[in-house]
């Protein structure tokens, strides 16, 4: 017989390992507690973002991942936008920072730093009032998670024979056996992908690994008058300060202090400014960040609010009206990259992407895997 292997979460980091798995020829199957994946997974942008990486292996991970991205989404008839992104500037230390960037990036990252007028010709959405210039880079890629995310199991079970538990939320894992109640599975490695729920099976080691959650707000409007487009995925100054690709900049901290004095509150709620577009012409808008264990079950209107306010300083929408708010909650480990480590022999959690699932986790399950199996 074949190897066979078990994957827990159907959320990205569980997909893609399951894919990984596949391909290096197991049999595998995938359990989700829910009747479809409802988690941090379908919570985002839907963003494929690898300017934001830093260079080195993570900006490769990312490159990896989009690269599997376009394959899934070609042969999974899943809409993607390989739109690019422009990150917009209008002060001198915003656009000293891209600069910085630029030069540290050029030889090995398709990007530029464009005029305003360039900028504008890209975008019809950017604000044309104050702009400078802004950050082209051409290797981003919008999926709709909603969608993405629930069309990837007919998927990978078509071209795999990957199969799919939905509605079956494992209890307890011994000895390479997953327990559903009464029922029992057995494989010959479990990978564990369950996001900030593997606290339920392995609480010691949620405790003693530093994970933290994250709590983020998000808003969508309804689609544009006329399917009109926004371009590029669209972002400005505060975003530089979110991502490890802008560290090495050395204006960067400057920045960050003004920044603290001109809006605290941006910064005590982690909030930096981004938009993508899904195929149905709606706009997604985020996102804040507030860490803990515990987090308050309802979202505030001043954090959308905010989040709103700064959006009218670098984009312009004809129809700006929100259909849909949500939150999200994904782990976060501070320092890290990500959280591996196995339990007990053969059993695996993969965990703590902070956020960057989108855009690392096709990448990373290859990694994994590669080395593990």
Not at 44 to 54: I, T
Not at 294 to 305: C, G, K, M, S
């Amino acid at each position: 017989m074949g190897k066979s292997a078990i994957v827990i979460g159907a959320g990205i980091v569980g997909l893609a390992t399951a894919r990984a798995l596949a391909e290096k020829g197991y049999s595998v199957t995938v359990f989700e507690r829910n009747e479809k994946a409802v988690g941090a997974s379908i919570r985002n942008f839907g963003m494929v973002w690898p300017v934001g990486q830093p260079l080195g292996f993570l900006r490769d991970r990312a490159m990896r991942s989009r690269e599997v991205w376009k394959q899934c989404a070609t042969e999974g008839k899943i809409w993607f936008n390989e739109v690019g992104s422009l990150l917009n500037v209008y002060q001198q230390d915003e656009l000293q920072v891209i600069e910085e960037f630029y030069a540290q990036n050029k030889e090995v990252h398709e990007c530029g730093v464009l005029s305003a007028e360039q900028t504008l010709a890209k975008s019809p959405a950017t604000n044309p009032n104050g702009l400078l210039a802004s950050l082209w880079s051409a290797t981003e890629i919008i999926v709709d998670p909603r969608e993405a995310i629930a069309k990837l199991p007919e998927y990978l079970q078509q071209k795999y024979g990957i199969k799919f538990f939905f509605n079956t939320a494992i209890s307890q894992i011994i000895e390479l056996k997953v327990y559903s109640g009464k029922k029992i599975w057995q494989a010959d490695m479990v990978f564990v992908c369950s996001g900030a729920d593997f606290e339920t099976l392995y609480p010691e080691i949620f405790l003693a690994s530093g994970i933290t959650k994250c709590k983020l707000q998000m808003l969508r409007t309804v689609p544009q008058d006329n399917l009109w487009q926004i371009g590029p995925a669209l972002s400005a100054g505060l975003t530089l300060t979110h991502y490890g690709a802008f560290v090495a900049c050395p204006s960067l901290a400057a920045l960050k202090n003004r920044y603290a004095q001109q809006y605290p509150e941006h910064v005590k709620w982690g909030i930096h400014v981004m938009i993508s577009q899904n195929g149905l012409s709606e706009v997604t808008i985020g996102d804040s960040h507030e860490y803990g264990l515990v987090h308050d079950p309802f979202d505030r209107d001043e954090i959308n609010q905010l989040i709103l306010d700064y959006l009218e300083t670098f984009v312009r929408l004809p129809q700006p009206k929100i259909a849909q708010t949500w939150n999200g909650i994904y782990s976060k480990l501070v320092g890290q990259t990500e959280f591996v480590t196995s339990p007990e022999s053969g059993v695996h959690i993969i965990n703590g992407l902070s956020g960057a699932g989108m855009t690392l986790s096709f990448g990373l399950a290859e990694e994994v895997v590669n080395r593990l199996a």
